[in-house]
């Protein structure tokens, strides 16, 4: 029995939600198709009606993590005016709690050296999440042009996704924690 358009549509976006989350919890090469479309509750037979290939898939999941990232990012930014926003979402992304939920968490941070090595489309993709993160982050600094409030957003946004990387990297707890609160520390000054 052929599915209607709605639930083909409710279909694929089940499994590119689901593969935002495992790519990110799991690496782009850590999860093969079968064991993501079981984790999204279907075979893997049915992944090739919604998509032309994985990296179609890791494309529109990290266009969906990313959205979500900067959605978040947006709403903290949103709670306060000017650099106290600014400040609460260095906060917020300089978290434990971010560290520590790779699935539901910046793209950026988990998968930074995976999409470095990926196809153009990933990477473009990848880019414009990035310039969205940029620009929320700059339209909060004050007293900077706008062209300057870029520069530094890309700073904030860089030294942000790279504490959060070593973060999850080091093994030592106590190191980890060092680096997310001397980042937060170091961003919170300069901004």
Known sequence: MKKSKKEAAETRKRIVETAAAEFRQHG?????LADLMAAAGLTHGGFYKHFQS???LVEEALAVASASTVQEMNGVLSDAPGLRGLHEMIGWYLSSEHR????CGCPLAALG???ARSGEGVRETTTAGFLKMVNGIASHLEGHSPAAAKKVAIFIASTMIGAVTMARIVNDPELSATILREAKKRLTQLA
């Open 28 to 32: 782009i090469e850590g999860i093969g």
């Open 113 to 115: 050296s995976e999409m």
């Open 54 to 56: 994985k990296e179609q």
């Open 100 to 103: 520590d939920n790779a699935a």
